[in-house]
T-cell receptor
Framework: QKEVEQDPGPLSVPEGAIVSLNCTYS??????FMWYRQYSRKGPELLMY????GNKEDGRFTAQVDKSSKYISLFIRDSQPSDSATYLC????????????FGSGTRLSIRP | GAGVSQSPSNKVTEKGKDVELRCDPI?????LYWYRQSLGQGLEFLIY????????KSGLPSDRFSAERTGGSVSTLTIQRTQQEDSAVYLC??????????????FGPGTRLLVL
């Protein structure tokens, strides 16, 4: 079993819809949780990170962590075609980039 | 401004050959990371350089893989005696500070390696 599980998709939704992307994990020691966005043939870019449980909002994006269920989510409101990309969750027990475990990514397509 | 650059963008090689992949980090960034991304897989950590400290090589999958960082800037990832399972996108990232991931990692576009 992988430490981090993420549905690969693809997920296709109409423009303006609310998108929910999710990951589950097995290591209860994970404390830092991140979401990256990766456009085709580009490197990933960090969207958001949160520490421990709770919600964090940044514009149209909301990251949610439920440590009791070992479940994290990224919500995208008012989705735009430019949001079409692969979204990777990532997490680590440490404040150290060398120990980050990434999910396999969910491909998201927003239909105009 | 210039971001992280990687070369070559694509590399096709024959099984058993050695390959060198280059990463030019953002100027002034002290931390440099190499990752591997295989089809349908997440990013797999390979190696981490921070300033003049000894690199964290804990992610290198075998002794065929090695990396250097010269002058605290450019890095080269070398894969010796390539195997078909080495086919992947190799991503390099750099960041500015010593606090690990809390400082944003900036990724390059990657080198797509295909071993025939």
């Amino acid at each position: 079993q992988k430490e981090v599980e993420q549905d690969p998709g693809p997920l296709s939704v109409p423009e303006g819809a609310i998108v929910s992307l999710n990951c589950t994990y097995s290591n209860s020691a994970f404390q830092y949780f991140m979401w990256y966005r990766q456009y085709s043939r580009k490197g990933p870019e960090l969207l958001m990170y949160t520490y421990s449980s709770g919600n964090k909002e940044d514009g149209r994006f909301t990251a949610q962590v439920d440590k009791s269920s070992k479940y994290i989510s990224l919500f995208i409101r008012d989705s735009q075609p430019s949001d079409s990309a692969t979204y990777l969750c990532a997490m680590t027990p440490y404040s150290s980039a060398s120990k980050i475990i990434f999910g396999s990514g969910t491909r998201l397509s927003i239909r105009p | 401004g210039a971001g992280v650059s990687q070369s070559p963008s694509n590399k096709v090689t024959e099984k058993g050959k050695d390959v060198e992949l280059r990463c030019d980090p953002i100027s002034g960034h002290t931390a440099l990371y190499w990752y591997r991304q295989s089809l349908g897989q997440g990013l797999e950590f390979l190696i981490y350089f921070q300033g003049n400290s000894a690199p964290d090589k804990s992610g290198l999958p075998s002794d065929r893989f090695s990396a250097e960082r010269t002058g605290g800037s450019v890095s080269t990832l070398t894969i010796q005696r390539t195997q078909q399972e080495d086919s992947a996108v190799y991503l390099c990232a750099s960041s500015a500070a010593r606090r690990g991931f809390e400082e944003t990692q900036y990724f390059g576009p990657g080198t797509r390696l295909l071993v025939l």
